[in-house]
Every structure is written in structure tokens, then in C-alpha cells.
């Protein structure tokens, strides 16, 4: 049997209800703290290679959009140009059609600008979370 009894009286052993030692108890907790920080390095692993393979699909799919909006574009200024050279001549039709595209290209530098200060900085945010979530449960433990 595992079970010795101490001269005090008290059970020292491995069975169910039996005391442990601090060195078993403080491998035992090294143990868990080594596993625990296993997997929540396996999580923020994981959850960062998600939002990696979403932004790289994102990016792609943005790409192709913006070539297709470029074509899209091209022929409305083309035809706005045209439509303004019917009451002012050709030249000046293409100016004010520049004009409002800087203006329009102005307007959305600034806000990608905002968006990209919005989406930094990347990081593994239920990972971090689940981290401190469990340093808070082990410092409620050890205050006990």
C-alpha cells in the first residue's frame, strides 16, 4: 500500500484524501503551470494562423476588386469627360474630372488611414484574455 503513517498521526501518500508533500504539490502545480501555458501558446497559434489565412484571403479578394474598380473607373471618367465636353471644351472637362478624383482619393486616404490605426495592433486577443484569466484564478488560489 502507498499509505504510510506519520509518527503525528496523519496520512502521507498518493490515495484519494491523502496529504502530499510541497515538493509533490509544487511539481504538481509546475506541471499544470507548463501545461496550461502549452495550450493557451497552442491557442494564440492557432487563433493567430485563422486570422492570418482570413487577411491573406481578405487582401486577395480586395486586390481583385480594386482591379475590376479601376477599369469601372476609367470608363466613367471617360465618359464624364465626354459628357462635359458638350458644354465645355475637352481640356477643361478633363481638369474638373481630376479634380474631384484627388478630392475623392484625398477622402479616402484619410479614412483607410483611420482604419489601419483601428486594426493594430494584431494580436491574440482570446489567447491574451484566457492568459490572464488564468494568472488572475492562480493568484486568487495562492491568496487562500
Sequence with gaps: MST???????????????EHSVGELVARATAQMSQLMKE???LAKMEMSEKGKRAGMGGGMLGGAGVVALYAVGAGV?????????????????LVIM???FLVAGVL??????????????????ALRGVHDDLDEIRGRVRR
Design 109 to 126: 486616404a484619410v479614412l483607410g488611414r483611420q482604419q489601419m490605426r483601428r486594426a493594430t495592433p494584431a494580436k491574440p486577443e482570446r
Design 4 to 18: 504510510m503513517q506519520r509518527m503525528d498521526g496523519h496520512k502521507h501518500g498518493h490515495g484519494p484524501g491523502q
Design 40 to 42: 493557451e501558446l497552442q
Design 99 to 101: 479634380a474631384v478624383l
Design 78 to 94: 471617360t465618359a464624364a469627360i465626354a459628357g462635359l465636353s458638350v458644354v465645355w471644351p475637352v481640356w477643361l472637362s478633363a
